[in-house]
């Protein structure tokens, strides 16, 4: 085998490497544009914090901050289960918690009292309760504001209480 012919096999190696680059990189970027189960729980904070570290959100005509790391996201859910909210136009959800987002939960909740914890579902604020005591039992409740879809995308990467895991 001469030069030429090893530059060539390394061109023709190279080449194909490439195109596994680029079919992996499509591949791995369709798979993170799934709509996955984006449900996080943001506590309530001042305007004179970081402005990239907060978002505003209006609440009864007054515009509260948040912040954007959340507190509780999916990733903490062991389980949940939906209900029809009272408004009868969405539905609500009853979350359990992992151990570790559990304590994480109840020193939230104990240090934050009087703040709104609000959640996010699917990109937009659907809910927020006002924390008057420690939430010590590993569960968080969604009250209302989510749809029959998203509560399908929910299913296909979290069980419902009782049932096996995912």
Not at 61 to 70: A, D
Not at 118 to 127: L, P, T, Y
Request: proline share 4%; glycine share 4%.
């Amino acid at each position: 085998m001469d030069l030429y012919d090893l530059i060539s096999r390394m061109k023709n190696s190279m080449r194909w490497l490439t195109v596994f680059l680029i079919a992996f990189t499509a591949l791995a970027w369709a798979g993170g544009d799934k709509k996955l189960a984006q449900v996080s729980f943001h506590i309530e904070t001042e305007a004179s914090d970081n402005p990239k570290m907060i978002f505003p959100y209006e609440i009864l005509g007054k515009e509260r901050y948040f912040r954007r790391m959340p507190e509780i996201s999916s990733k903490d859910f062991v389980a949940f289960s939906p209900f029809p909210s009272d408004d009868q136009t969405s539905y609500g959800m009853i979350i359990q918690l992992k151990d570790v987002a559990g304590q994480r939960l109840t020193a939230v909740t104990t240090s934050n009292q009087d703040k709104l914890l609000v959640c996010q579902a699917f990109g937009r604020v659907v809910d927020a309760v006002m924390i008057d005591r420690p939430v010590n039992d590993r569960v968080i409740i969604v009250w209302k504001g989510l749809t029959l879809d998203e509560i399908r995308e929910l299913d296909k990467v979290t069980p419902r209480i009782g049932e096996k895991k995912k």
